[in-house]
């Protein structure tokens, strides 16, 4: 999403393509945060209190980054204390849409919008800038509090501890350099490198960003022969920003985004971390693999012109993954 221009949104739905053909992503505008007593944090404003019912999340079950929110959501316990809309998985001109759908998901239940583009107007009138997802909205200011998902995760993991939260602790203290070191490599080349294989333009821009995913991966396939997770026997922050996109790899980058090297079925120690993560408690209820896949290809006409929807690949999400007998 970008500027209205003579009454139509411009369907830069994805950031920007360079001159070289690369992938850029934008930087959220929103960077307000949620503290346990309203003072500011590392960005942003004051006045945001942790307080149940006040705040509205704006999902989608399409979204890998929206998917990291909506795992915090649900590990925290705070799906009463944060009520939430789904847009609908298809993306047209006017970019993320509240048209219902056929399972009854989708729907703006705070103020019975049309289109995501209004809420963003609504806490500015003058906003042109992108229009994303997840959005977490103010009920009391009547404004947007945060669109930035990795800043978001970290004020559900904390904030409302003191008014009902469940317990955990997903940044600990002690771990504090070694989850910003993974997630840094994580966010660069397997997160965002998905996207900047499967929009690049030219081969030199694809090749660029589809060998240092798989360096990653392969990483990745090394560290967890050792550990059952990341860090250990407990899955923490860098685990839920990388389950979403492995979630996604096998039914959607694999083919859509051209990361065709390997699957991740094709990794043993990944291919169970993922199944593990996937099986964790609470997890099932924050998939949903049919918005997903219908969104990509068929919103990125660019890409996949005919929007035709591959059939899925026969994968078991549910085979025991035995990696807490393991480790």
């Not at 960005?43 to 209190?49: E, H, M, N």
């Not at 705070?78 to 729907?107: C, P, R």
């Not at 009920?139 to 955990?168: H, P």
């Amino acid at each position: 999403m970008g500027l209205l221009i003579e009454g139509k949104w411009l369907d830069q739905w994805y950031d920007t393509v360079s001159t070289g053909g690369k992938f850029e992503r934008s930087i959220a505008q929103f960077r307000n945060w949620i503290t346990k007593d309203g003072s500011a944090g590392p960005t942003g404003k004051a006045g945001f209190k942790a307080e149940t019912g006040r705040y509205h999340l704006y999902a989608s079950y399409a979204c890998p980054w929206v998917h990291r929110v909506l795992i915090y959501r649900k590990l925290k316990g705070l799906e009463k204390a944060i009520d939430v809309s789904f847009v609908h998985w298809y993306m047209a001109e006017q970019g993320w849409t509240f048209n219902k759908d056929e399972q009854g998901i989708v729907g703006d239940h705070l103020f019975d919008l049309e289109f995501a583009h209004q809420i963003y107007t609504m806490a500015d009138k003058n906003y042109t800038g992108r229009v994303t997802v997840p959005i977490l909205w103010d009920k009391d200011q009547n404004t947007i509090v945060s669109n930035e998902s990795s800043e978001i995760i970290r004020m559900l993991n904390s904030a409302f501890d003191e008014i009902g939260a469940d317990n955990g602790d997903y940044y600990p203290e002690h771990l504090h350099d070694e989850i910003d070191k993974i997630n840094d490599r994580i966010y660069h080349t397997v997160n965002n490198g998905v996207y900047k294989s499967g929009f690049s333009t030219t081969r030199e821009a694809y090749e660029e960003a589809v060998y240092p995913l798989f360096e990653t991966l392969n990483w990745l396939e090394n560290r967890l022969g050792n550990v059952r997770f990341l860090h250990g026997n407990t899955p923490y922050e860098s685990d839920w920003r990388l389950f979403p996109t492995l979630y996604r790899f096998d039914s959607i980058y694999h083919s859509h985004f051209k990361c065709s090297i390997k699957r991740i079925v094709d990794y043993p120690n990944l291919w169970g971390y993922t199944r593990d993560l996937y099986q964790w408690p609470g997890i099932l209820q924050t998939v949903n693999m049919k918005h997903a896949r219908h969104h990509y290809y068929e919103s990125h006409e660019t890409i996949n012109p005919t929007r035709i929807v591959p059939i899925l690949p026969n994968i078991d999400w549910d085979e025991p993954s035995n990696r807490d007998k393991i480790f």
